[in-house]
């Protein structure tokens, strides 16, 4: 059974996620880590992938800057490698928590223009992923060989009028639903 | 061009959150009243479609993202306290979906490129409607993506300098403004140039339907 309400979970989240960064120590870090590990339960392991996935590019583009510079000093800084590291996947890792465990839209309540504006966004954005499958599926049924950049260049051009089009209609009809229960009143 | 969370200090963060909720506040005065069943879709929609653009990123060695914004377009449709709104929230998606970005650096990425970068634009293509509209969309938008860019590069420069250890070495960003401020704006500048094509399209897109004035 949950004990918190998702306003509680939003609150919780927002005051524990600056820690990590008032922490200098990797052990503490690290500790903090493995108890946010424990915590998480059966999903752990999912919540950790997904947030490896999420900061394994960037992380790796400095951690990787930083070993270089080291190595052009004759110095790696070891320290702050393990220091950065486990801070960016601690933080990431307690947002994915946080959103595996709470509902947006729920946490948002008493907030309606917020509200309002997530519930089209995210509407939007399901449209944009629908319409683009649909479309690519379309373009690959009708060319058996490879297609020239120009038929590409006209495809992306249709597709993204179509995609807009589609989308302001679906967004229109959203609107008008929440304008049919008041929302606008 | 997010700045992920981690790599700013709390002398960084917390200044920029006590600015980032005064503009907020600022954007959202009388927003009720502004979004009504008309410009309420319009809206969604074309944040929607940023929020699409800014997920296909490619990092960047000094520390941060390269990606199309999509802030121009919502500055020029909508305004610069909607656009700013808007893409706040998109921001706040990015993050909380996506680990795109982060809640700490939210305030410095908000007023990055929702803020300055929707400003640029709007400042951008009022100065130069009148010569050609077409260039001034255009230039508009590549300045909504160089201008964050400077911004982003100068905060992420600014933390081996105000967060260290007693001996000199980096507590958050490791890389200075030597670093930053060329790692960020060389891809930019070519990306704004995508930036700027897009946002054409889609201003055509909006005229052709007579959203705009």
């Known amino acids: ?185 | 061009m997010h700045i992920p969370d981690g790599f700013l200090s709390p002398q960084t963060y917390l200044p920029a959150t006590l600015m980032a909720v005064g503009a907020w506040a600022w954007a959202a005065r009388g927003l009720k009243s502004r979004l009504d069943e008309t410009l309420l879709p319009r809206l969604a929609m074309v944040t929607a479609l940023a929020y699409g653009l800014g997920l296909v990123m490619l990092p960047l060695p000094g520390g941060t993202s390269a990606h199309l914004i999509g802030v121009a377009m919502l500055a020029l449709l909508f305004g610069w306290r909607l656009a700013f709104l808007a893409y706040s929230g998109v921001l706040l998606l990015q993050a909380l979906l996506f680990g795109a970005g982060g809640l700490t650096a939210l305030p410095v990425n908000a007023l990055a490129m929702g803020f300055i970068g929707s400003g640029a634009a709007l400042i951008v293509f009022r100065l130069l409607r009148r010569v050609n509209e077409a260039f001034a969309v255009l230039f508009a938008a590549w300045a909504s993506v160089l201008l964050p860019g400077i911004v982003v590069a100068l905060v992420l420069g600014l933390q081996p300098l105000i967060a260290h250890k007693p001996d000199g070495s980096p507590l958050f960003f490791p890389f200075g403004w030597s670093i930053t401020l060329p790692a960020i704006l060389i891809p930019h500048a070519f990306i704004g140039l995508a930036e700027a094509a897009l946002t054409l399209f889609v201003w055509r897109y909006a005229k052709a339907r007579k959203w705009t004035s």
């Open chain 1, 1 to 185: 059974m949950d004990i918190m309400t998702p306003r509680q979970k939003l609150l919780l989240y927002l005051a524990v996620l600056p820690a990590p960064t008032l922490i200098h120590q990797p052990a503490l870090l690290a500790a903090g880590f493995a108890f946010a590990l424990l915590l998480a339960g059966k999903t752990r392991w999912r919540i950790l992938s997904r947030s490896l996935i999420a900061i394994l590019a960037f992380d790796l583009s400095v951690s990787l800057g930083v070993v270089l510079v080291g190595l052009w000093q004759g110095r790696i800084d070891v320290d702050w490698l393990l220091l950065a590291n486990l801070r960016v996947l601690l933080m990431a890792y307690l947002g994915f928590w946080f959103i595996a465990r709470c509902e947006l839209l729920a946490a948002l309540e008493g907030l309606p223009t917020a509200r309002r504006l997530v519930t089209l966004t995210i509407g939007q954005i399901r449209t944009f992923e629908r319409v683009l499958g649909d479309f690519r599926l379309a373009f690959d049924s009708r060319n058996i060989a490879r297609p020239r950049l120009l038929d590409r260049r006209h495809h992306a051009g249709a597709q993204a009028i179509a995609l807009l089009d589609k989308a302001m209609a679906q967004s229109t009809e959203v609107a008008q639903a929440l304008r049919s229960r008041g929302a606008f009143d």
